[in-house]
C-alpha cells in the first residue's frame, strides 16, 4: 500500500467532526463503518445523473442505472471470488440474507428430524432464523458448546455434526469476542455429513480476504455498511445449483418469467431471488466500497485490523479492574470488555463526552453474554481508518472512566 493511515483518514469527510469539543474517535465499527468520499460521491453521481429504475425500461438512464447495477454485482462477485455473479443476490443485509437461505432453502429441504448446528457465540441474525426453521420444520437445533477463551475446537464439531445434521450456520468472526473460527476445515466436516455450511460474514469479509471456494461455504451473508458502504444493501451468495434449487421468498416485481391468471413461473438467477425494485443506490455504492477496499488491498486490511484489535487486547488486559473477552490472537479487529463496578452505558457515556464513540449493550448476542455471565459489555471496533492513536485514546479514556465513577 502506498498511502499512508493519514491519507486514508483524510477519505473520510465525518472524521473531521469534533463531539463535545474532542476529535472524534470512531470505535464501533463493527455496528456500521464510516464511508469514504468515493462512496458519497458514488451514491450522489447515481442520484444526479443515471437515476431509473433497472431491468424495465430501455431509455438511456434505465440502461445506465442497470449497467451500473450489474458492474456492482461483477465486483462483489470478483471480490468474494465467486464462479459467476449469477450467484450474487443483493438483500438488505445479512440479516435478511439468512433469513432468505432458511425460507427459500430450508424449508424446502429440512425435514423433521434434521439437526441444525449453531454456537452459543453467534449473532441473534444467525440463530433466530434456524430456530424458527426448526420449530417450522420440526427440526432439531444443536450447539456447538466454546472453549474458555471463547475459541471453536474441531473435535467439538466432530461431536455435534453427524448424518442427521442438514444445516451448520456459523459466522466467521464473532462480534464480541474476536473469534476467527476455522471455517474451512468445519465446512469439511459438514460436507463429509452431506450438510450445507452457511457462513455469517458481516465481521469477515469486511476485514479479510474471503475466497468462498477456500471458504468451503455453500452460502455466505454479509452487509454493505460494515465495509464502508451505504445501510441497507447486503450480500447472499450460494453455490448456483443451490440458489437455483430454492424457492424464492419475495414474489412480484422482476423475479418472474410468466404470469397468467392462475400460476406463474420464475425467471432466472439472480432475478428470481430479487423481487421488487432493488437499492439501486446501495448496490452502486458498495460497488464504490469494493473498489476503495480492492485498491487498498485486503491482505494490508486484515493485517491492520488483527493487529490493533491484538493491540488493544493487550494493552485493555494490563489495565486493573478491566475485564477483557475473547482469545488474545489471532483475533478479529475489536475487543469487548467491562470495568468493574461500572455499567457498561455508563462508561459510553463517558466515553462520548471525550468525542469517543464505542458501542455498550448485549451486541445482538444475548446467549453469548449468557455464557459470559454478563448482561452487557462495552465494545471498541476497528477499522481502515483507526490507529494506535486511537488505542492510546482507548486506555486514557478508561482510566478517566475510572477516576470518575470512583
Not at 477519505?11 to 463535545?20: S, Y
Not at 435478511?96 to 425460507?103: I, K, P, Y
Not at 469439511?188 to 460474514?201: S, T
Request: charged share 20%; hydrophobic share 45%.
Amino acid at each position: 500500500m502506498t498511502r499512508t493511515l493519514v491519507d486514508i483518514r483524510q477519505d473520510f469527510p465525518i472524521l473531521t467532526r469534533e463531539i463535545h469539543g474532542h476529535r472524534l474517535v470512531y470505535l464501533d465499527s463493527a455496528a456500521t463503518s464510516q464511508k469514504p468520499e468515493s462512496v458519497i460521491q458514488a451514491i450522489d453521481h447515481y442520484y444526479r445523473h443515471s437515476n431509473a429504475n433497472v431491468l424495465r425500461s430501455v431509455h438511456t438512464l434505465a440502461e445506465e442505472a442497470t449497467t451500473l447495477y450489474e458492474d456492482a454485482r461483477r465486483k462483489v462477485a470478483r471480490f468474494i471470488g465467486a464462479k459467476t455473479s449469477q450467484e450474487v443476490i443483493f438483500t438488505r443485509g445479512t440479516t435478511e440474507s439468512l433469513n432468505v437461505v432458511a425460507r427459500g432453502w430450508g424449508d424446502k429441504f429440512v425435514q423433521p428430524g434434521d439437526e441444525i448446528v449453531v454456537s452459543p457465540m453467534e449473532h441473534h441474525s444467525n440463530l433466530i432464523p434456524w430456530q424458527q426453521l426448526a420449530q417450522r420444520r420440526q427440526a432439531v437445533l444443536r450447539f456447538v458448546e466454546l472453549n474458555g477463551d471463547g475459541t471453536i475446537a474441531l473435535d467439538e464439531v466432530r461431536r455435534v455434526i453427524n448424518a442427521k445434521t442438514k444445516i451448520v450456520a456459523l459466522s466467521r468472526i464473532s462480534n464480541v469476542l474476536g473469534t476467527i473460527n476455522p471455517i474451512a476445515e468445519i465446512s469439511a466436516l459438514a460436507h463429509q455429513q452431506g450438510a450445507v455450511m452457511v457462513v455469517d460474514g458481516a465481521q469477515s469479509v469486511p476485514h479479510e480476504p474471503t475466497d468462498v471456494k477456500r471458504l468451503g461455504a455453500d452460502f455466505l451473508a454479509f452487509s454493505g455498511h460494515k465495509m464502508l458502504g451505504p445501510t441497507g444493501i447486503g450480500v447472499l451468495w450460494g453455490r448456483r445449483e443451490l440458489l437455483d434449487a430454492m424457492d424464492p421468498v419475495l414474489f412480484g416485481g422482476e423475479m418472474i418469467a410468466y404470469v397468467d391468471r392462475e400460476t406463474a413461473t420464475w425467471a432466472e438467477l439472480p432475478a428470481k431471488l430479487e423481487g421488487g425494485t432493488p437499492n439501486i443506490a446501495g448496490a452502486i455504492g458498495l460497488g464504490a466500497a469494493v473498489d476503495y477496499l480492492t485498491a487498498i488491498g485486503m491482505d494490508v486490511v486484515a493485517a491492520h485490523g488483527q493487529a490493533l484489535g491484538e493491540l488493544a487486547y493487550q494493552r485493555l488486559k494490563a489495565v486493573g479492574g478491566v475485564t477483557v473477552y475473547g482469545p488474545p490472537a489471532p483475533r478479529g479487529a475489536l475487543v469487548a470488555f467491562n470495568l468493574e463496578g461500572i455499567h457498561p452505558h455508563d462508561v459510553a457515556q463517558v466515553f462520548d463526552s471525550n468525542g469517543v464513540a464505542i458501542r455498550a449493550g448485549h451486541h445482538c448476542a444475548q446467549p453469548l453474554l449468557a455464557w459470559l455471565g454478563v448482561g452487557s459489555t462495552a465494545r471498541a471496533s476497528f477499522y481502515v481508518y483507526n490507529t494506535e492513536a486511537d488505542i492510546d485514546t482507548l486506555v486514557e479514556v478508561i482510566g478517566e472512566t475510572q477516576r470518575y465513577f470512583r
